[in-house]
Every structure is written in structure tokens, then in C-alpha cells.
């Protein structure tokens, strides 16, 4: 079966999609671009499903790289049987190809391969198939050798077990059969390290834990990975040694021979020295892989709402970064976030120049029209937060705005080149003004780990997380498109078929040249060939532009349909954008082709509807409970506004502007069952919550939803699909233990298992 066959089973979609996607992934197109506007090629395949593709072919051509370097390694030992090579062409997951390969596997010396220096391999076959007459003592004095180390029986026998121990440890079956156990009786075991008890006291949860590995959540798993890398406590990952004995025993000892006595000896040492720490590391090695991959999921679809949060759109901002003894550092920004002034006000303690500052803010406002102020919410926000309501500012929204990752971008090399004038604090400020402007286009430019949605994000795989994160970002930026006429350097390297090389190349254009006038006039941009042009042309928006369709989504090589479409009505492209009641006059059907069909037609005309569209939701204002600023200010059953920080999968984590995320448990978060609190929230989503517990010494508050938001507390509207969904945790292996065993009885495989060592 080939990779196209394999993919099409797994996604449960047709060959033909899964070829002509890999057809359009491997000349070079993006996800974006072919969930956009390849609709025809792939049968309309969402973003998800391709991304799906790509991945699964990944994994399936890194298995047939490892297949073919197994197969030449073992062809050079001069090991390589017809048998042999249709079995490793067979094997459809790496753990089966590896447990096909270890013994041909290059290794050091082992105890095994001593013992068959020592000539005691044919005692080895004895003790595995003897006669019922045999005597074990006397066989194994026949291999006694004092030039080769074999002084007695004991020693002659113990060589054998070595043997022995080692193929039980090399057989496929008997690993499958472990492998499974480890499965489903494996348990994690944390244990305090002793001494470490007032070490590691945010850990003490796993001072004395026990779970079952399929069942640990990804925090706890991933907490546990901590705690023992910081050497807190000792963690043990296998089920109990008697039920792996049990199984192993059950299988390979026969007590009516004469060597069930070795074979037993023989089994233990397989299980404890070879079979268990392999088999630990495997299980260990899953559940971390799982635990990564849920944890990303969760880190990604975070990003993803955090990215597509509510702007506010272009308009003038007065931007303040609050603080008490060096004062609030101030900006003013115009419509396209271009920093016009900036200064300093001390409001708070220990200056506390009201009346000064006052007059300075209102000054700034008058002079640069200022239509909104934001403030970011840091220390003294809250503070800073009533005096600037206090001012009596009309027509002047006030905003807190999260400033977590504004110190990162204001240290970094992109600030340092966009404002090499000026220090880290106006650099963070106009950060804070920017992303209540356009959230999507000033976080891009902050690395997504700083950004404070996801969590235990230095313990995963990164660059799985990068990749992942990467993704969401390229997906949310293209979903939104970019006006290329004012977007950042940053924000057009993750337009399909750009990168920071060509994004560079059209930001230096367009300082040199002046604004693009046309989509058609990015050709002449150093190194955006056709390639990239097919790629990336849909996706840019040029404002203002002479044809109509360069504001919109309508990607240049529909621009001769819609322009069809006019003329078969008789107006101009401009009036159909603008009418609608032109819509319902175009019959779609006239205008397929052989590579335009229903579904790009369908797009179009959404399009031409409404030009541009911003997927995004209205930006709506927001302000805190008035009196509530720290967590003294707190008591239980009060019921506070807030906003939604970040998404776990054991609950939400939501600010109420007391400089201290208060956690809404799972079984907090609405009147009726749950299973992940996406069915119920977003991130940057408005709530409304109720104290439920309150613990200073820990810097802890409890907070519940139910009741507060209506329809137990459900939102009307779900997150946007995020293009890495959680995937099922060890899948490829249980599905092998099930075409391992669906044709036959358990009786039948402990037989046969036998019958290999006999």
C-alpha cells in the first residue's frame, strides 16, 4: 500500500484528493493557498484536512526512510532473506519496524554474546526444547570449560539464560505483548525524593502519586517530567511487575519440562534488564509525545483566538505603560500606528503629579486627536486605569490591554530597528498601543512562547510547538489578509508563499518607490517570481487600488470571471462590488470551467459582497469593576467582569484587574457537563465570574462561571478551528495490537509464541 493509499484510509478521504494535495504541497504551495483556492483540485479540503495531509505524508516518509536504511543494513550483513524483507515492507508503524530490526541490530558486547563466545548457545536451544527425560545438571556439565571462563554448571547455565534472556527480548511478538501491557496497566509512580520534601513544595501534588498513563492528562504528565528533571521526585512508568511477569511466565514456561526452573530465571531477567527499562522508555517516550501533542493543541488553538482577537481598527491612540516610582511612560500613535511623541506622567505614588500629568494627557489628546487610550495591564494599571477615567475624556475610549510579550518585542531586534531612537520602555508602549489597534499584526512580531496563552510550553518538543505555532499564525494572518502598503516586514513574512526574504524585499520597494498601486506591480519586486506571486496575490490587499478587485479577496486569476460577470450584466466591476442586488443575477453555472468550479465561484461572489471582509469579531469595550484593584479588595460570592487570558484543559484562567489570574475550574465553567472548556470560552473572550476562594499566601483565586453568563455559561459562538487539532494519544499502536490480533485467539498466539523458542 502506498503513502497516497494509506492517508486516504486514515482521513477517511478519496485517493484522487490525497494524490492531487500532495501533487499541489510538494511544488511548493501552502495550506492557505490551497484551502483557499485550490477548492476544485482537492474536493474542498479545509485547512485542517491539508494540513492532515502533509503531516501524515511526513510520518509515513520518514517510516519509509528508516525502512530502507533497516533493509540495506541488514542486506550487508548478508542477513537479508525474501521472508525477512516482505516482513519489514509489511511493518506500518516505527515501533513494529524497530522491534523487526533489533536483532540484526548493530550492539556492543552483551551478556548474551559472552556466553556465546563461551560455546553455551547449544545449552540455550536445550533448556528451550528438552526432552522430559532430560537432566539439566548433567547437559550443563558437558559445557563446563575452564579456558573459557565456564568453571561449573552454575556458571554454564547462568551463560545459557543470558541467551535465552536476550532473544526473549529480541522476539516481536513478545515485545508486542509487553508493549501492549505497558499500555494498558502501565501506571505513572511519582515518590518524593527523600530530603527533597521542602524542595520542590509546588510539586508536593507528586509527592506520593500514582496514575494510569493512558488516563494522565498532558499538565500532569508534563508536571511530573519537571519535577523529576529538577530532581524532586523519582517517577517509574510501567504496570506492576507481577502482572508482566505473569504474562511472560504464561507464555515461555512449560512446567512439565525439566528446564522450567531456567526458563523462569531466565524470564525475569529478560523482563527486569532488557524488557522493562526498553519498554519504560517507549511508554515514557508516548506519553510525553501525547502530552506534547495536547499541550500544543491547547497552545495553538489559544494563539489562534488571542491572534483573531476583536481590533479596534485605525484610530489615533494615546498609549501608557503603566508604573509607580519611574512613572507611566506615554505615546502617542496616528491611524497607522506611527509613533508622533512621547513622554513620561507620575499619577501614582511616589511622585503622584495628578493635576500635572492630567493636564499633559489632556493636551496630548486634544493635539493628536486621540480616540482612544490604552493602557496596559501591568503594575499600576488599575491605578492608572481610574486616573485617566477621572480626567473626563469625551468621545475617548479607554482600554486595559494585556501587555504580556511587550517587554520581549521591546528588547528585541525587530524594535531595535524600528525605533533605534528610542529605549526599551517607548518601544514597549507603542507595542501596547498597536496591539489594541490590530492585535494580529503587532503580535506577529513577538515570538508566540512569550505571548502568555500556553502552558508548560518549554517542556514540549519545540519544534513541534514551532511548527505548530507557525501554522496558526500563517493561518490567522491569511485568513485576515494584509494591507501590503502599511503592514510590517514581520506580518507579510508569514503570507503564503512569502518568507522574511521576500517580505524585506517588498517593504525596501515600497520605501523606494512609494505605495503599490496595483497587485500587478508586486512583480517587479526582487525574487517574488510567478511562483510566489500565484501564492501570495489573493492574500494582499492593495486599499485605494485602481481596480477594484485588488481590495478583495479575489485572487488575480478570477479577475477575467468577475469581469465576465459584468459585462454579461452590463455594469462596470466597481457597481457589481457595490450593489448586491447584482449578486442574485449571476447564474454561476455560466461561468464553470475546467479548473473553475462551484466552490471558487461560490467564494467569489461571497466576496463581492463584501470586499475585504475582516473575519474578525467588533471590537467592544470593556472596563473592570470599579474599586476592585488587588486581591485584598477581594471577598467570596462576589461577582467581577473579566476577560479570558488563557485556555487549559483543566479550566480558564481569567483577569478581574487585580494583577492575578483567578482559575475557573472545568466544573466551574457552566451548569451542565463539559469536557473542554473551548465548548464554553475563548481566549480574550468578556465574562462575567463569581470568587469562590481566595488564597493571598499562594497568590490564588477560585472563580466559577456557572449561572453568569447565561446557557450555563456556554457562548453563542465557537472558536475558529485551529489547523493542528489534538490528536487521539497512541493511536498507531493500538491499532497494531488489533490487526496483531483479530485473526487469532489469544490461545492460539500464547501457542505460537511457544512454538518460537522450541
Not at 30 to 51: C, H, W
Not at 279 to 292: G, H, Q, V, W
Not at 335 to 342: C, F, T, W
Not at 564 to 573: F, N, P, R, S
Request: net charge neutral; with cysteine; aromatic share 4%.
Amino acid at each position: 500500500m502506498n503513502i497516497t493509499n494509506k492517508i486516504a484510509q486514515v482521513l477517511s478521504i478519496s485517493e484522487a484528493q490525497v494524490k492531487d494535495t500532495l501533487a499541489l504541497l510538494d511544488d511548493g504551495a501552502t495550506v492557505p493557498f490551497i484551502s483557499r483556492y485550490r477548492k476544485e483540485v482537492t474536493g474542498s479540503l479545509d485547512e485542517v484536512q491539508v494540513a492532515d495531509i502533509r503531516d501524515k505524508a511526513l510520518q509515513l516518509r520518514e517510516l519509509d526512510k528508516r525502512r530502507e536504511s533497516i533493509l540495506k543494513s541488514i542486506d550487508d550483513q548478508g542477513k537479508l532473506t525474501d521472508e525477512l524483507k516482505s516482513k519489514i515492507n509489511k511493518a506500518e508503524i516505527m515501533s513494529a519496524l524497530e522491534d523487526i530490526y533489533l536483532p540484526y541490530k548493530p550492539k556492543r558486547k552483551t551478556k548474551a554474546s559472552i556466553a556465546k563466545e563461551r560455546g553455551l548457545e547449544p545449552l540455550a536451544d536445550l533448556l528451550l526444547s528438552p526432552d522430559l527425560s532430560t537432566n539439566i545438571e548433567t547437559e550443563a556439565a558437558k559445557f563446563i570449560n575452564l579456558e573459557k571462563d565456564v568453571e561449573d554448571t552454575t556458571k554454564a547455565l547462568a551463560g545459557a539464560r543470558d541467551i535465552i534472556a536476550e532473544r526473549l527480548n529480541e522476539d516481536q511478538e513478545t515485545r508486542q505483548e509487553i508493549r501492549a501491557l505497558f499500555m494498558k496497566k502501565g501506571s505513572f509512580k511519582a515518590r518524593v525524593i527523600p530530603g527533597k520534601e521542602n524542595e520542590g513544595t509546588k510539586y508536593k501534588d507528586y509527592f506520593d502519586w500514582t496514575e494510569a498513563v493512558g488516563k494522565a492528562p498532558s499538565h500532569r504528565v508534563l508536571a511530573m517530567r519537571r519535577a523529576e528533571k529538577e530532581m524532586i521526585i523519582s517517577l517509574d512508568c510501567s504496570p506492576e511487575e507481577e502482572d508482566a511477569l505473569y504474562l511472560l511466565e504464561d507464555i515461555h514456561v512449560d512446567r512439565r519440562t525439566p528446564s522450567a526452573d531456567q526458563i523462569q530465571l531466565a524470564v525475569k531477567d529478560a523482563y527486569k534488564r532488557l524488557l522493562k527499562p526498553s519498554m519504560e522508555t517507549e511508554s515514557r517516550l508516548m506519553s510525553k509525545k501525547a502530552a506534547d501533542e495536547e499541550a500544543i493543541g491547547v497552545f495553538a488553538e489559544n494563539l489562534r483566538q488571542l491572534l483573531l482577537s476583536a481590533p479596534l481598527g485605525q484610530k489615533s491612540v494615546l498609549a501608557l505603560d503603566p508604573g509607580f516610582r519611574t512613572g507611566c511612560k506615554l505615546v502617542c500613535l496616528d491611524r497607522q500606528g506611527k509613533l508622533l511623541e512621547n513622554t513620561t506622567v507620575y499619577p501614582n505614588e511616589p511622585q503622584r503629579k495628578m493635576a500635572e500629568s492630567g493636564a499633559t494627557v489632556k493636551y496630548l489628546c486634544e493635539k493628536h486627536n486621540i480616540e482612544a487610550i490604552a493602557i496596559g495591564n501591568g503594575t499600576a494599571s488599575r491605578e492608572t486605569e481610574s486616573f485617566v477615567r477621572n480626567l473626563g475624556l469625551s468621545n475617548v475610549q479607554v482600554v486595559v490591554v494585556n501587555e504580556s510579550g511587550a517587554s520581549i518585542y521591546s528588547a528585541s531586534e525587530i524594535a531595535r530597528n524600528e525605533f533605534p531612537d528610542h529605549d526599551l520602555t517607548v518601544r514597549g508602549s507603542v507595542s501596547i498601543g498597536r496591539r489594541l489597534m490590530d492585535p494580529l499584526a503587532e503580535l506577529v512580531k513577538i515570538d508566540p512562547k512569550s505571548i502568555g496563552v500556553g502552558q508548560y510550553q518549554h517542556d514540549v518538543d519545540q519544534s513541534a510547538l514551532k511548527a505548530s505555532l507557525d501554522d496558526v499564525v500563517m493561518s490567522c494572518v491569511n485568513a485576515v489578509g494584509v494591507e501590503v502598503n502599511t503592514a510590517s516586514k514581520e506580518l507579510l513574512s508569514y503570507v503564503s508563499g512569502l518568507g522574511p526574504s521576500i517580505a524585506q524585499n517588498i517593504v525596501d520597494f515600497r520605501n523606494e518607490n512609494g505605495a503599490f498601486t496595483s497587485r500587478t506591480q508586486l512583480k517587479k519586486v526582487a525574487r517574488l517570481g510567478p511562483k510566489a506571486y500565484e501564492q501570495c496575490a489573493g492574500f494582499l490587499r492593495i486599499r485605494d487600488a485602481k481596480n477594484p478587485l485588488d481590495t478583495s479577496a479575489v485572487h488575480p486569476e478570477s479577475y477575467a470571471i468577475v469581469k465576465k460577470m459584468a459585462d454579461d450584466l452590463g455594469v462596470t466591476i466597481k457597481d457589481l462590488m457595490s450593489k448586491e442586488d447584482l449578486h442574485k443575477q449571476i447564474k454561476l453555472d455560466n461561468y464553470v470551467t475546467d479548473s473553475v468550479g462551484i466552490p471558487t465561484l461560490t467564494d467569489i461572489l461571497k466576496e463581492l459582497a463584501k470586499p475585504g471582509r475582516d473575519p474578525r469579531e467588533q471590537f467592544e469595550a470593556f472596563q473592570f469593576a470599579e474599586g476592585v484593584e488587588k486581591m485584598t479588595d477581594l471577598t467570596i460570592g462576589m461577582k467581577l467582569p473579566g476577560i479570558v487570558t488563557n485556555i487549559t484543559n483543566f479550566g480558564a484562567f481569567v483577569d478581574i484587574g487585580v494583577h492575578q489570574d483567578g482559575l475557573v475550574h472545568l466544573s466551574q465553567m457552566a451548569d451542565r457537563y463539559i469536557s473542554d472548556p473551548n465548548e464554553v470560552v475563548k481566549v480574550h473572550q468578556k465574562v462575567q465570574v463569581v470568587v469562590t476562594d481566595i488564597d493571598i499566601s499562594r497568590n490564588r483565586i477560585a472563580l466559577s462561571m456557572k449561572g453568569s453568563n447565561g446557557d450555563g455559561g456556554a457562548r453563542t459562538s465557537s472558536p475558529k478551528k485551529a489547523i493542528n487539532r489534538k490528536p487521539q494519544a497512541a493511536q498507531p499502536q493500538r491499532r497494531e495490537k488489533e490487526e496483531n490480533t483479530e485473526n487469532m485467539s489469544m490461545q492460539d498466539k500464547l501457542a505460537m509464541l511457544k512454538n518460537r523458542f522450541k
